[in-house]
């Protein structure tokens, strides 16, 4: 079983339902998880009990990151080892060029081993699917890497 936050910021609601999604797929699959809206008012959690993390993020405007993520960022102050980055956004603002742009962003800030997952608008409609299929997706690739881990760590004893 792995322990996992999901930090999320969502200003219409659209990433908060993808965050709540994605909780409820990892407590379908035996999975502990703690869900985290970022708000100005709370400092964020102590990250360092969990074995995972995952960020959610709305994108603002034209691919802006909003300053509320950024502000949670710089207020965690490291750089956590495991983040899976997801998002949601609206191709009407900029197209796919910009489309979840924060979303890239994360994923690369973070240095996330794992594939983002961006959301048209609200995950409702058809894409409730493709939200449980990343979800998978990162607990099989979060998998592999441990396996990978264990195995270098055996080679080196």
């Not at 965690?76 to 979840?100: R, S």
């Amino acid at each position: 079983m792995v322990s996992i936050i999901i930090c999320y910021a969502s200003f219409s609601g659209n990433t908060k339902e993808v965050a709540e999604l994605i909780a409820q797929t990892l407590a379908d699959l035996g999975h502990d998880a703690v869900l985290h809206r970022i708000n100005r008012n709370t400092p964020p959690p102590d990250l360092t009990p969990y074995d995972m993390i995952m960020m959610g993020t709305f994108t603002w405007g034209k691919g802006v990151t909003p300053a509320i993520m950024k502000n949670f960022v710089a207020d965690v102050g490291y750089k956590p080892e495991k983040i899976a980055v997801f998002g949601t956004g609206d191709t009407q603002f900029g197209g796919d060029d910009l489309f979840c742009r924060a979303v890239d962003r994360l994923a690369v800030f973070y240095e996330s081993p794992y594939t983002v997952l961006k959301i048209e608008q609200s995950p409702r409609g058809g894409q409730e699917e493709k939200v449980r299929k990343w979800t998978k997706e990162v607990l099989q690739i979060d998998e592999l890497i441990n396996e990978s881990k264990s195995a270098g760590t055996s080679k080196s004893e």
